[in-house]
């Protein structure tokens, strides 16, 4: 799947995100090497720690269905109001716990993509955590 499709399933995600408290809403839309797409959107708790960043709920998605080899992961996000009309501006990217995360089932090369269908880049993992820790590391 193209870069804009996939930041555009990731926007629809991001639009069912559970934001009560941050009025952030984020949307991942994560694809294995088959060609399948998982999607995920954050969903905040009231204690702030139990809150679940979009794109491990992607990943969970994926991994609950049975997918282990992925491509790409494209993520947005953005404030609510923002989000709900599409007015996607500028880079969402993933927090050290998501990066970790990918870090576990994903080499460097896997492509992460931020911004929004009609601006984003590309980066890959290796670049967003760079000497990251990963199974080979034990």
């Given at each position: 799947m193209n870069e804009s499709e996939l930041l555009r399933r990731a926007l629809d995600a991001a639009k069912r995100a559970y934001s009560p408290y941050s009025h952030f809403c984020v949307g991942a839309a994560l694809e294995t090497r088959e060609g399948a797409v998982y999607t995920g959107c954050n969903i905040e708790n009231a204690s702030y720690p139990a809150t679940i960043c979009a794109e491990r709920t992607?990943?969970?998605?994926?991994?609950?269905?049975?997918?282990?080899?992925?491509?790409?992961?494209a993520i947005v996000g953005g404030r609510e109001e923002d989000i709900l009309s599409g007015a996607v501006s500028?880079?969402?990217?993933?927090?050290?716990?998501?990066?970790?995360?990918?870090?576990?089932?994903?080499?460097?090369?896997?492509?992460?993509?931020?911004?929004?269908?009609?601006?984003?880049?590309?980066?890959?993992?290796?670049?967003?955590?760079?000497?990251?820790?990963s199974k080979n590391s034990m």
């Open positions: 992607a990943f969970s998605a994926a991994v609950a269905a049975g997918a282990r080899e992925f491509e790409a992961i500028g880079e969402c990217p993933p927090c050290g716990i998501c990066r970790q995360v990918m870090a576990e089932f994903c080499d460097e090369n896997f492509r992460v993509i931020l911004g929004s269908p009609d601006d984003f880049s590309v980066y890959t993992l290796g670049q967003l955590l760079p000497h990251g820790f």
